[in-house]
């Protein structure tokens, strides 16, 4: 079992910045793809960032792109951050990472691929 926690939201300005973590705690010593979620109320779950398990692929989804960066601190990925810059009005919502074990790529998007989920961070981008 891994247990994922995010930290780092809270409330920012447009064309502000945020940093998120994703700290996974439990059975940790195999690597794990990462990826980070998010969602509002009466939306369906959208892709936000997504890294391989050997750290070497990244992936975003696409209206995030040029603005977010996806990082581990370490191969298995058991410290991951999500830096959030330019932020929109438009970016507000709950944040989750996830993890799982498998090595697919073709799949990161899809968040019914992965097992584990941190209980998610609020983010919240207001004037």
């Known amino acids: 079992q891994v247990q994922l926690v995010e930290s780092g939201g809270g409330l920012v300005q447009p064309g502000g910045s945020l940093r998120l973590a994703c700290a996974a705690s439990?059975?940790?010593?195999?690597?794990?793809?990462v990826g980070w979620f998010r969602q509002t109320p009466g939306k369906e779950r959208e892709f936000v960032a997504g890294?391989?398990?050997?750290?070497?692929?990244?992936?975003y989804g696409d209206s995030v792109k040029g603005r977010f960066t996806i990082s581990s601190v370490n191969t298995l990925n058991t410290l991951v951050y999500l830096q959030m810059n330019l932020l929109k009005s438009e970016d507000t919502a709950v944040y989750y990472c996830?993890?799982?074990?498998?090595?697919?790529?073709?799949?990161?998007?899809?968040?019914?691929?992965?097992?584990?989920w941190g209980p998610g961070t609020q983010v919240t981008v207001s004037s």
């Open positions: 890294i391989s398990s050997d750290g070497r692929r990244l992936f």
């Open positions: 439990g059975r940790t010593f195999e690597p794990y793809r």
């Open positions: 996830a993890a799982t074990l498998s090595r697919s790529l073709a799949d990161i998007r899809n968040g019914q691929t992965y097992d584990y």
